[in-house]
């Protein structure tokens, strides 16, 4: 694999991204996502914004970091907050994996993922982007959604929840690119982000590897 196309795949970069407000984006995502922004306003005076488009390998990594020292809080499944310290290694890697990436393996790093929300509800900094407010505070932005963002050219690749990264009603990605750049996110190239990474728990993630592969990378809504 070219060395860019690999930066590219794992958040090394962001040279093919363009600025959009506060956020890096892909050009063509950001042209159907203001598209579709416009007729949900037109349609039913939803406004939707981007909580995130982009993120950068670092920025994923110290999300990662803090996780794992417990700088960050980790919720159970029913949400509740895990203590860190309470469980062993295994288990937290686990529990941070069920919302969160490892650095490297994104899909925001690609500039074709975004996390949305209706700021007619409310502004962003009040976003919690939990499946309870997604399904009671945005439902309409739900709703809507799932009518017409097919469309533009979106669809949700944690629509449900399938065992790995818990359900995320929020994240839409940009399938026309984002389809092409996760058939290039081979096993290899999770590797070896992982090989060349100094995250936390890298030495558990590389003995693990197989299994987050299949659970939490590539298991993901079929478009
Ligand atoms: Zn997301």
Do not use: C
């Not at 860190?84 to 941070?96: D, M, N």
Request: glycine share 4%.
């Amino acid at each position: 694999m070219e060395t860019n196309n690999f930066d590219l795949l794992t958040g090394r970069t962001h040279t093919h991204l363009e600025s959009f407000g506060d956020h890096l984006i892909q050009a063509e995502v950001k042209r159907q996502f203001l598209a579709m922004s416009k007729k949900a306003k037109e349609d039913d005076e939803i406004e939707i914004k981007l909580v995130s488009a982009f993120r950068s390998f670092e920025k994923q990594q110290i999300i990662w970091n803090d996780k794992v020292a417990g700088h960050r809080k980790i919720l159970d499944d029913n949400g509740a907050e895990l203590d860190p310290s309470s469980l062993t290694e295994k288990e937290l890697l686990y529990a941070i994996l069920r919302f969160s990436a490892l650095p490297g393996a994104s899909r925001h790093h690609w500039g074709t993922d975004l996390d949305v929300f209706d700021a007619s509800i409310k502004s962003k900094k009040d976003v919690q982007l939990t499946v309870s407010e997604s399904l009671e505070d945005f439902s309409h932005l739900n709703h809507w959604l799932d009518q017409n963002m097919n469309d533009f050219g979106f669809y949700r690749p944690y629509a449900q929840d399938l065992g790995g990264v818990s359900q995320e009603p929020w994240h839409i990605s940009y399938y026309p690119h984002s389809k092409a750049l996760f058939e290039q996110y081979s096993f290899e190239v999770f590797k070896e982000n992982i090989q060349r990474s100094q995250i936390s728990l890298k030495g558990l993630v590389l003995n693990q590897l197989d299994e987050i592969f299949q659970k939490f990378v590539i298991n993901i809504e079929e478009r």
